[in-house]
């Protein structure tokens, strides 16, 4: 497997995704794995990447609904097919477990769905919210499931301001020492994520996922 080799081939799946372009986007994840890319980089580098500029199209009036619709299509159905039989489960019973959710006016779960999906192969018991979660709705998954790990995300700037709302209500509720909180998102930086007083900040899902499993470590 030749590094080069296989970053071109993500680069070849990153455009394929943003152009909505099924079978270049098959045939490119296709082409990684024969060639024995890392299953959890052809994620990152070039489906995931390839959603971000799906974003950043409908960001800039280029793209409209029906084209975020066909995209989420095309990546949950490679995820299926080719990805998710592929990823490696974790044998060691559960780890923890995180409340995860999109916060407050920001109804993207692409990125979100993703964290999730990689915090379960990687033996993490997930209670999904959804998207559009309130600080409210927060509070109260915290009371009801007891998590090690809150999750949040946002694709806004205007929206990412929610997360500090949701720690605020966290310290109001006197639950803020109860519960880890991790931060991310396209906007989300980790100056941010210290600024807001959260735990971790995950730079994309692998990352994120690695942060839960740090946090835990610290916890016990």
């Given at each position: 497997?030749?590094?080069?080799?296989c970053?071109?081939v993500f680069?070849k799946v990153?455009?394929?995704?943003?152009?909505?372009?099924?079978?270049?986007?098959?045939?490119?994840?296709?082409?990684?794995?024969?060639?024995?890319?890392?299953?959890?980089?052809?994620?990152?580098?070039g489906?995931?990447?390839?959603?971000?500029?799906?974003?950043?199209r409908f960001?800039?009036?280029?793209?409209?609904?029906?084209e975020?619709v066909?995209?989420?299509?095309?990546?949950?159905?490679?995820?299926?097919?080719?990805v998710l039989?592929?990823l490696?489960?974790?044998a060691?019973?559960?780890?923890?477990?995180?409340?995860?959710g999109?916060?407050?006016?920001?109804?993207?779960?692409?990125g979100k769905?993703?964290?999730?999906?990689?915090?379960?192969?990687?033996?993490?018991?997930?209670?999904?919210?959804?998207?559009?979660?309130?600080?409210?709705?927060?509070?109260?998954?915290?009371k009801?499931?007891?998590?090690?790990?809150?999750?949040?995300?946002?694709?806004?700037?205007t929206?990412m301001l929610?997360?500090?709302?949701?720690?605020?209500?966290l310290?109001s509720?006197?639950?803020?020492?109860?519960?880890?909180v991790?931060?991310?998102?396209?906007p989300?930086t980790?100056e941010?994520?210290?600024?807001?007083g959260?735990?971790?900040?995950g730079?994309d899902?692998v990352d994120?996922v690695?942060?839960?499993?740090?946090?835990l470590?610290?916890?016990?």
């Amino acid at each position: 497997m030749s590094e080069g080799a296989c970053s071109r081939v993500f680069e070849k799946v990153s455009r394929a995704v943003a152009e909505l372009d099924y079978a270049g986007a098959e045939a490119g994840v296709a082409e990684a794995l024969g060639l024995g890319c890392d299953v959890y980089r052809l994620v990152e580098e070039g489906l995931r990447r390839g959603m971000v500029e799906v974003g950043a199209r409908f960001e800039r009036g280029e793209y409209f609904l029906p084209e975020l619709v066909e995209a989420g299509e095309l990546f949950n159905s490679l995820m299926e097919r080719y990805v998710l039989p592929r990823l490696s489960t974790h044998a060691g019973g559960r780890r923890g477990l995180v409340v995860i959710g999109t916060v407050r006016g920001d109804i993207h779960d692409i990125g979100k769905n993703l964290v999730a999906l990689m915090l379960r192969v990687n033996g993490f018991e997930v209670v999904d919210l959804g998207v559009d979660v309130s600080p409210e709705r927060f509070v109260e998954a915290v009371k009801k499931y007891r998590p090690d790990i809150l999750g949040m995300s946002a694709l806004l700037t205007t929206t990412m301001l929610e997360m500090r709302n949701v720690i605020d209500a966290l310290k109001s509720a006197g639950l803020r020492d109860k519960v880890k909180v991790i931060v991310g998102g396209a906007p989300v930086t980790e100056e941010f994520a210290r600024e807001i007083g959260a735990d971790a900040y995950g730079r994309d899902a692998v990352d994120a996922v690695e942060k839960c499993i740090r946090l835990l470590e610290k916890h016990t």
